[in-house]
């Protein structure tokens, strides 16, 4: 029998940044190429431009580009990781930040479920270190706002994740929510009972609202199996804020490392 392996906090951190990167690896090489094989920002500090950037275009492009205007410093990138995120969550709140922050922004022409406008923040034209400095203010504005008014639950609790009900069902049936890394909600499921496995189908299936999820595990017998073989492993869920993959499910034990398709990642 194979050697239990315990999945640190760590390990989790490094698995879901690589499927970040590896979902946005066409953006990362174009940058790459464009700002480091050229010579305009040294590599050593490319992992953490990367990380801070979530591999998402227009940040890179923003992040990158005053590095080389000397605006920021390169090796003060990651202090930008929780404002690109902060801003993800902005932009997914339009009202609260419509009312209270003074962003540059403009409307994209489409709507969302309640037929309210939506808008996207215009990073090009946040360019002096002041319009930088004004930026993070206005952020964390946005996030002091969010709780006075007590809409935090906002920046977390979208259509894409398990709600609060549901994760207290969860919970209740054993299936520990270890946290949110990031944007990923990350379950760990060891618990072969019928009951659990019941929960597990009712609330993280249908969790993706009409996504095709095709894990073996959705059969009682393969998901006990697997925790029977090896025992004191569990699977782990993973859940993104938008992610068309997602949901994940990783047992290491088995190499199993699974997207929606139960088509292997690694």
Same mark, same amino acid.
């Given at each position: 029998m194979a050697k239990t392996i315990r999945l640190t906090e760590n390990d989790l951190q490094l698995i879901i940044?690589?499927?970040?990167?590896? =979902?946005?690896? =066409?953006?990362?090489?174009?940058?790459?190429? &464009?700002?480091?094989?050229?010579?305009?920002?040294?590599?050593?500090?490319?992992?953490?431009?990367?990380?801070?950037?979530?591999?998402?275009? =227009?940040?890179?492009?923003?992040?990158?580009?005053?590095?080389?205007?000397?605006?920021?410093? =390169?090796?003060?990138?990651?202090?930008?990781?929780?404002?690109?995120?902060?801003?993800?969550?902005? %932009? %997914?709140?339009?009202?609260?930040?419509?009312?209270?922050?003074? &962003?540059?922004?403009?409307?994209?022409?489409?709507?969302?479920?309640?037929?309210?406008?939506?808008? &996207?923040?215009?990073?090009?034209?946040?360019?002096?270190?002041?319009? &930088?400095?004004?930026?993070e203010k206005a952020v964390d504005a946005f996030k002091q706002k969010s709780l006075d008014l007590g809409m935090d639950d906002n920046l977390v609790n979208t259509g894409n994740l398990v709600s609060k009900p549901d994760l207290m069902k969860l919970d209740a049936a054993g299936i520990k929510l270890l946290g949110l890394v990031d944007g990923y909600q990350i379950f760990k499921i060891s618990d072969i009972s019928k009951e659990t496995h019941k929960v597990y189908c009712d609330i993280l299936f249908k969790a993706q609202k009409g996504a095709e999820i095709k894990f073996c595990t959705f059969g009682h017998g393969h998901y006990s199996r697997y925790l029977k073989d090896y025992p004191g492993s569990a699977y782990y869920f993973i859940f993104n804020l938008g992610d068309p993959m997602a949901p994940y499910q990783f047992h290491y034990e088995s190499n199993q490392f699974m997207d929606r398709r139960d088509q292997q990642i690694f």
């Open positions: 940044r690589r499927i970040i990167n590896e =979902a946005n690896e =066409a953006t990362i090489a174009k940058y790459k190429q &464009i700002f480091v094989d050229s010579g305009k920002i040294d590599e050593e500090y490319w992992d953490e431009i990367v990380q801070a950037t979530m591999g998402k275009d =227009a940040y890179m492009k923003w992040l990158c580009s005053r590095i080389v205007r000397k605006i920021i410093k =390169a090796e003060d990138s990651l202090r930008y990781e929780s404002l690109f995120k902060t801003f993800e969550q902005i %932009k %997914k709140s339009n009202k609260i930040s419509q009312q209270y922050l003074h &962003i540059p922004q403009f409307e994209t022409g489409e709507e969302d479920e309640n037929g309210e406008p939506i808008y &996207i923040f215009n990073l090009d034209s946040i360019k002096t270190q002041s319009d &930088i400095r004004d930026l």
